[in-house]
């Protein structure tokens, strides 16, 4: 089964940035929508940014404008750049398919300081 691993992450002060990266174990992004989810404390994950294997992408209202996601078939790599980053940004993020598979990377930290 697919696995992913999530890097990038970090303690970032509000208005900076952050690019997130994902590499999956296998070549899946010709096959597979592939999307960047969030899970803030206390509240539940959620699909934030997707891109499909044509490349047609979309963004829940809260990061448009802010957020880009992009993936670089040669390398096998999806990215999610954070600019303008907000303290409510602060969630572990994670990437997968969309709708997701069950295995689940461990995701990575992003802390967003006011």
């Known amino acids: 089964q697919v696995q992913f691993a999530e890097s990038g992450g970090g303690l970032v002060q509000s208005g900076g940035s952050l690019r997130l990266s994902c590499a999956p174990s296998g070549a899946i992004f010709s096959l597979y929508v592939m999307g960047w989810y969030c899970q803030a404390p206390r509240k539940q994950r959620e699909l934030i940014a997707s891109i499909t294997p044509g490349g047609q992408i979309n963004y829940v209202d809260s990061v448009k404008g802010r957020f880009t996601i992009s993936k670089d078939n040669t390398k096998n790599i999806m990215y999610l750049q954070m600019n303008s980053l907000k303290p409510e940004d602060t969630a572990v993020y994670y990437c997968?398919?969309?709708?997701?598979?069950?295995?689940w990377g461990q995701g990575t930290q992003v802390t967003v300081s006011s």
């Open positions: 997968n398919t969309d709708p997701p598979v069950r295995t």
